[in-house]
Structure formats: C-alpha cells, structure tokens
C-alpha cells in the first residue's frame, strides 16, 4: 500500500554514496561488457512507498547516484502512484513497454513471470552469494521462487504482529495472550471493560488471513489449487466466530473504514488489541504510541505459530535494454535500502540481517520482537503451494475474501459453509 506510516519522523536527507562505489558493486558482480548505447537509460519504476515525497526523494537519489561500470548503462528513476497501478503495469506488458527494473505489488512478479515477461533474477542471487551479499532473512527467498526461476528478490516485509495497549490491558486485569485460549480470555476481560480485543474493518481480510496463517491453514494445496474447507480453516474460523459472539470484534466492525474508524480507535483506547502491521504506532499520537507493545506470536488451537505478511518485491523485465544493467543496478539499490530506515522513511521491516541488526532495530523491543519472533514464522497467503502464482493479484485484491469476513461479521457461524462458498468464489479467481 502506500499510506505507510514511519518509525519515526523522517530526518534530513544524507548525501548518498557517489559513482565510486557503486561502480565498485557493479564489478564485483563480474559485469564489464561495452555493448551499450551511447546516451540510453535502463528505466526504474518505483512504487510510492513509506513517507510518501520524502521516499520518492530518497529513492532517487540512490539510483541517481548510481553509476555504471564501463559498458553498462545508467538508470532513470520513474515515480508510480498507486492509482491505478496494475492496469499500469498490465497495459505496459502487455505494448512491451515496461522497464527495466521495477518495484511493485506483492503478487505482481508471479503474474509477469507466467505472461513470459519477467527476467528472473536467479543470476543477481547468485552473484549476491559471491559477493557475500545475500543476507535475506529466512523464508523470503523461497517465498518468491517459481517453478520458472527467481521471480524477484524481496526489498521489504509488510508483517502482521499482535498489538495491545499495554494500560488498558492492565486496567482491565487482562493478561498478555499467549495462545487462543487465553487470546478469547483477555478479550472478554477488554469487552467487559468497554474495549474491542480483534480490531478489524468490513474490508479488514488481513486479520483473517493472521488467524488461518497463525493456524498452518491456508486457501491451497501443494499444487496452487483452492483448497479451503481443512481441518486448520475450520478451527480459524470457530475462533472467530467465537471472537464475534463474545463482542471481542466491535459489533459494528462490519461498517467500519480503516482510516475512518479504525485507526481512530486504536488512537482513543476504543481498541486494545489487534493484528497491525509493524508501522502502527507511527499512525498514533505519542502518547498513544509508547501505550503499543507487540506480543509473541500466538500458539493456536493446532499448536502452531503463524504471521501473514506480504514481501515488497524488485523486479526486473526482459524489456531491459541490457539485462547486465539491470542486476548491476538492483545490486547497487540493494546495497542502499538501510537508508530508508536509518531516514525514517519506511514502516515496514527490511529484508537484510545486516538492516535488522542495527541498533535501529535491536534497540526498539517491539521491533526486535516483530524480527526475532514473528518473521521467522511468516507466511504468504500462497502458504501450503509449493510455488506462488499469477493468480494471486486477484486472490489478494478480489472480494472472495472479504465477502467470507463479512458475513463472519454479521454472525454467520457455519465455518464449513463459508469456506465452502469461499473455495467456489476462488475457483472462479483462477478459472475466470
């Protein structure tokens, strides 16, 4: 998305590293050819991010500063607006006028890759590995390989952790949840003091992806296809039903905006807890921000640990003009990214080790705890297929499951029959 919130406010601008070195970069990944023409640009199209203009500064001056070794071909940075984004891109690929390098949608490089339009990014992997580079936190890597290739490499981590207002956790003489049990326990404690304990909109379908997540559930099978109604789904859903019969969930969630509503409440204590992404107390007042702790995953029913998140992806598109280029330019960017965070400029968690132990991180315990516990533990909505695919733009953007949290919402409480209905409305997804 690109409304996130920061860590913190953003400080001035650093002057970014100059030609030298990433000249040097692009010879360490043994790339010296001089087949490029004379005056042309490899193009890179970034996506709004973070803080909004002051990003988009910071991210060109990175590839502003990148200059190519001999052979090689220099970059133009191209601001995107999430407006319209994927007929953006679909109209692009489909006049083969996309560019060179890219970042973009989680789900956007699996639907390039199966159109035959994406140049994998195996061979800048590899040359990660020989540089001692390749650093990504676990499970990352695997989430973006296909059964054609490395689809992209991951520059950022939009993650779900459980948040709760620690005051009025106390105040309710409700204990920190540590498995379902207890999560229904201190929800009943918070509703019988006035509070909600699952935040979550009509269109909030994150927090369902949490809890089936959380569970080693999921929307397929090991070869992509829907596969909805399992033993891990049902119990998710009986949990929320549970949630909603309780009042843990606002009775009046099912009309709620996110911005509207939501955000609000967690602002005036309405909500005390919830699954949030990392960036949530940058949406607060301080006051309310110092209030926000991130608890350790959560032991569901099953006896599993689970976290959705969503990986933010770069990309790179056979329409390069020099597919040399544009490894030795993401080699370069990747090289870059701990300014974002060492600006203020992201709320979501970095992709590198290397960025997730600076005292940035380490020294903040919810950060820390988001990185050392939830990430080890999180899943894509692919979670169960052994590669993601195509399809899951309009998996992760459709009304299927929305439509299923809606009517969790209103009290409809046939867990088998919703997910019944949800496997057809995902048939349909991908056999349009």
């Known amino acids: 998305m690109n409304d996130k919130a920061v860590f913190a406010q953003p400080m001035r601008r650093r002057t970014f590293l100059g030609g030298t070195a990433a000249a040097a970069a692009a010879l360490s990944l043994g790339i010296n050819k001089s087949w490029a023409q004379s005056g042309e640009r490899i193009k890179f199209w970034d996506m709004v991010w973070g803080t909004g203009q002051s990003y988009t500064d910071a991210a060109k001056g990175i590839a502003d500063s990148y200059v190519a070794a001999d052979g090689l071909l220099n970059v133009e940075y191209q601001s995107i607006p999430w407006a319209s984004w ?63 290739g490395l689809a992209a490499v991951p520059w950022s981590i939009d993650l779900r952790v459980l948040w709760y207002r620690k005051s009025i956790l106390e105040q309710a ?14 929800g009943e404690a918070l509703a019988k003091a006035g509070h909600v304990g699952f935040a979550t909109s009509g269109y909030g379908f994150h927090g369902i992806a949490s809890v089936l997540l959380n569970n ?40 709620y905006d996110y911005s509207a509503n939501v955000v609000p409440d967690w602002a005036s204590g309405h909500i005390a807890m919830g699954f949030e992404q990392v960036g949530l107390p940058g949406k607060m007042p ?42 030795a330019f993401l080699a370069h960017y990747l090289d870059n990214l701990h300014l974002f965070w060492e600006q203020g400029l992201n709320s979501d968690l970095p992709v590198n080790k290397s960025i997730t132990d600076l005292p940035l991180f380490q020294n903040d315990p919810n950060l820390a705890r988001s990185i050392n516990e939830w990430q080890p533990v999180g899943k894509t909505i692919a979670a169960r297929a052994k590669y993601p ?24 409480s046939n867990s088998r029959a919703l997910l019944e209905e949800l496997q057809v409305g995902l048939v349909k997804v991908l056999n349009p």
């Not at 195509?390 to 919402?409: P, R």
């Open 173 to 186: 003489g409700a204990d920190v949840p540590t498995d379902w049990q207890s999560f229904i326990k201190t």
């Open 286 to 327: 301080a006051e309310t921000a110092a209030d926000l702790v991130v608890a350790s995953p959560l032991t569901s029913v099953s006896g599993n640990k689970g976290a959705a998140y969503w990986i933010n992806p770069l990309m790179m598109f056979k329409t390069t003009a020099s597919q040399q280029s544009s490894e």
């Open 216 to 255: 080693a559930g999921g929307l397929f099978n090991e070869a992509g296809e829907p596969d909805c109604v399992t033993d891990r789904n049902i119990e998710g859903l009986d949990f929320l039903h549970e949630l909603v019969a309780k009042q843990i969930i606002d009775p009046y969630a099912i009309g």
């Open 389 to 412: 695919f195509g399809a899951l733009n309009a998996v992760d953007g459709g009304s299927a499951m929305i439509n299923m949290l809606q009517k969790v919402l209103q009290g409809e």
């Open 86 to 148: 994927y007929q953006t891109f679909t109209a692009a690929g489909a006049a083969n006028t996309t560019p060179a390098v890219s970042s973009g949608a989680a789900y956007l490089p699996f639907y390039f890759m199966e159109e035959g339009k994406m140049a994998p990014a195996d061979d800048l992997l590899a040359s990660l590995d020989k540089a001692g580079k390749n650093d990504f936190l676990p499970g990352l890597i695997d989430a973006l390989r296909t059964k054609d």
